[in-house]
């Protein structure tokens, strides 16, 4: 089975400074796979050029098949992104924005209403529909815009830091959500801070100044370092410390 994410050495540079330094990984269809790092580690850089957004300088990668030099506008067309900051338009209802991105995204003006009222139910929102989003609480808004990254049915979806000042609970139901989606098929790369959120990935990498220092699952990320916690990982790799 063709992997949903394929890179090989691929660079990118912005003047003489190295953003992303030859990076080589493959994402399994249906994986979580959590995309670690730093602030500055190159985390973002190597999103926006798997998305599509930013060619890179040198190497290689496909996304759900699609190379991202050649067929950029393609692998928009079949991935899903919610960004760290909330992406809905909030002077908008709850429809109207699951209507929007149903539109954006490409579906039948058909398969739209039907679409919409999945989402409402599937998130028990129902009875606030039609209420402006800008009204929800933060975690409700953050689970509608991952429901409505996945409205197309993409073969894989890009999360940014997905749960960023949502409560433990919340926390713990949106993953629940992106279980059920990988379940289903779609390929989950995520990017998070909260070191308790890797150990629910598959597998897990870890940036360090644009360079990947590590790539496994988290038991054997733990065994390899000797700690109990992905915490401790990341302390020793990214911090260069030592909990001993």
């Known amino acids: 089975m063709e992997n949903a994410v394929h890179t090989h050495q691929l660079t990118k540079k912005f003047g003489s400074f190295i953003a992303t330094d030859a990076i080589t ?10 995309f670690l790092g730093a602030n500055g580690a190159g985390k973002t850089t190597a999103m ?23 067929q950029s506008e393609k692998i928009k067309q079949n991935i899903g992104y919610m960004s760290q900051r909330f992406s809905l338009y909030e002077d ?11 539109g954006i995204y490409g579906l039948r003006r058909a398969d739209i209403p039907v679409k919409t009222d999945q989402i409402l139910r599937k998130l028990g929102i129902e009875t606030v529909a039609d209420s402006l989003v800008a009204s929800l609480p933060l975690g409700w808004k953050q689970k509608l815009a991952f429901s409505v990254a996945l409205i197309h049915e ?52 870890i940036m360090v100044d644009g360079k990947m220092k590590a790539l496994d699952t988290p038991s054997g990320l733990k065994t390899a370092y000797n700690v109990d916690s992905m915490d401790a990982v990341f302390q020793i790799l990214a911090r260069g410390t030592s909990t001993k």
């Open 25 to 34: 990984f493959d994402v399994a269809q249906g994986e979580i796979f959590g």
């Open 48 to 70: 926006r050029m798997l998305c599509g957004l930013l060619k890179p300088s040198s190497g290689e990668a496909t996304v759900a098949g699609f190379d991202v030099y050649r």
């Open 92 to 102: 908008l209802t709850v429809r109207e924005n699951i209507r929007f991105y149903g």
């Open 154 to 205: 993409p073969k894989i979806v890009f999360l940014d830091e997905p749960t960023g000042g949502v409560d433990p609970i919340t926390r713990r139901q949106f993953w629940d959500l992106i279980y059920e989606a990988a379940h289903g098929g779609t390929t989950v790369f995520v990017t998070t801070h909260y070191m308790d959120e890797a150990e629910y990935c598959h597998r897990v990498s």
